[in-house]
């Protein structure tokens, strides 16, 4: 369900290739989106946006390279683990 309008949240930007997070703060106004990043060294941006089911595309516009990206949702399942081993009899 896409965000309303005014909405304020938190997030965090994970790219595991390059074993990294960061932290950020948005709002979003009609398909504007602002985020503030808790990093000086990124500069805060605002894009504007589509949302369709799970993914997000954003738009470049103030603060950011004009680019496009197409964001997926993804849901982390953590992993089980246990110290017993099951025996098949």
């Given at each position: 369900m896409?965000?309303?309008n005014g909405s304020k949240g938190s997030g965090i930007i994970a790219l595991p290739e390059k074993d990294t997070?960061?932290?950020f703060t948005y709002t979003v106004e009609e398909n504007t989106l602002q985020l503030c990043f808790d990093?000086?060294?990124i500069t805060d941006a605002t894009y504007?946006?589509?949302v369709e089911r799970d993914n997000?595309?954003?738009f470049g516009g103030?603060?950011?390279t004009g680019g496009t990206y197409a964001l997926m949702?993804?849901?982390m399942i953590p992993e089980i683990k246990?110290?017993?081993t099951a025996k098949i009899s």
């Open positions: 896409p965000a309303k997070e960061c932290a990093n000086t060294y504007t946006f589509t997000l595309t954003l103030d603060g950011t949702r993804v849901i246990t110290d017993k």
